[in-house]
Nanobody
Framework: QVQLVESGGGLVQAGGSLRLSCAASGRTFSMNAMGWFRQAPGKEREFVAAISLSGDSTAYADSVKGRFTISRDNAKNTLYLQMNNLKPEDTAAYYC????????????????????WGQGTQVTVAS
């Protein structure tokens, strides 16, 4: 089993920054690719960013490219999402996810390949 716990969300004005963290515990050796997703009320959960096991490969949704940076520190079992120049449309609950599959597989197959999920942390961007 893997447990994921997000932190770092909050209220920020447009143009501001937040850094989200995701602490993993349990059988973390089973994790490969990891990612961030977000979900606004009444909408489907959408992909934000993903990262390979080594951290050498990353992918971003077009809507956040150039503003958000995903990273991981495997020695600390922690995933990060640095969010800069936040916009009101970034407002959502942000979820950390981990997969048993590798980076290329999760990018091709999508959200269904993520096996573990955190409980989410709320990010609200005021206009």
């Amino acid at each position: 089993q893997v447990q994921l716990v997000e932190s770092g969300g909050g209220l920020v004005q447009a143009g501001g920054s937040l850094r989200l963290s995701c602490a993993a515990s349990g059988r973390t050796f089973s994790m490969n690719a990891m990612g961030w997703f977000r979900q606004a009320p009444g909408k489907e959960r959408e992909f934000v960013a993903a990262i390979s096991l080594s951290g050498d490969s990353t992918a971003y949704a077009d809507s956040v490219k150039g503003r958000f940076t995903i990273s991981r520190d495997n020695a600390k079992n922690t995933l990060y999402l640095q969010m800069n120049n936040l916009k009101p449309e970034d407002t959502a609950a942000y979820y950390c996810a981990a997969s048993l599959s590798g980076f290329t597989t999760v990018q091709r197959m999508g959200i269904s390949r993520y096996n573990y999920w955190g409980q989410g942390t709320q990010v609200t961007v005021a206009s």
